[in-house]
Antibody, heavy 122, light 107 residues
């Protein structure tokens, strides 16, 4: 079955960086996009960005363009999200998700990881 | 594209009908709109992968409709497991956006 398993919780100081991993199984990761979404405590869902199938391109929400890098490692079927220069307001659960294929660019997410809590605290 | 969901919270009893609204700031010409259900401590679950297209495994009591700027999700008869938060999502030309969510709570 399709699974996305994320790395464990992180506690970081302001200004640091965090890298969250997302190991996929049950399908060929490189053939599908990987989307990253976050959810601050008690808040709604916020799209960070996505990496397209075959790593052809990456799309990021404007507010994250200078702080987020998305990558994939096809050899291990793992996706990565790096967030730099952490701020207190970056405290959230970060989700990876498999992006289905749609002709119009991005697509809905049909399978999700369990989430990774990133806490920014001094 | 900004998605506005209403109401913020809906209080219902099991067996009642729920109607959730999602309004887009501009017309979604390709109708790239999805709905997700999220329960506490869990990731979102895809319910509808298009305005009226149910995702695999979505119970028949969930129906989506709409086009242009106005979309809705209807749950014909609330079951205990349906009390959760529901989000609509625009996809297609980036960026992807989510509505603020509608919480369905037990009356």
């Amino acid at each position: 079955q399709i699974q996305l398993v994320q790395s464990g919780a992180e506690v970081k100081e302001p200004g640091a960086s965090v890298r969250v991993s997302c190991k996929t199984s049950g399908y060929t990761m490189i053939t599908m996009g990987v989307t990253w979404v976050r959810q601050a405590p008690g808040q709604g869902l916020e799209w960070l960005g996505r990496i397209s199938p075959y790593n052809i391109d990456t799309d990021l929400a404007q507010k994250f363009q200078d702080r987020v890098t998305l990558t994939t490692d096809a050899s291990t079927s793992t996706g990565f999200m790096e967030l730099r220069n952490l701020r207190y307001e970056d405290t959230a659960v970060y989700y990876c998700a498999r992006e289905a294929y749609c002709s119009g660019g991005t697509c809905f997410s049909d399978h999700w990881g369990q989430g990774t809590l990133v806490t920014v605290s001094s | 594209i900004v998605l506005t969901q209403s109401p913020d919270t809906l209080s219902l009893s099991p067996g009642e009908r729920a109607t959730l609204s999602c309004r887009a700031s501009e017309s979604l010409t390709a109708s790239y709109l999805a709905w997700y259900q999220q329960k506490p401590g869990q990731p979102p679950r895809l319910l509808m992968d298009g305005p009226s297209s149910a995702a695999t495994g979505t119970p028949d009591r969930f129906r989506g409709s709409g086009s242009g700027t106005d979309f809705s999700l209807t749950i014909s008869r609330m079951e205990p497991e349906d009390f959760a938060v529901y989000y609509c999502q625009y996809y297609g030309t980036p960026p992807v956006t989510f509505g603020g969510g509608t919480r369905l709570e037990i009356k």
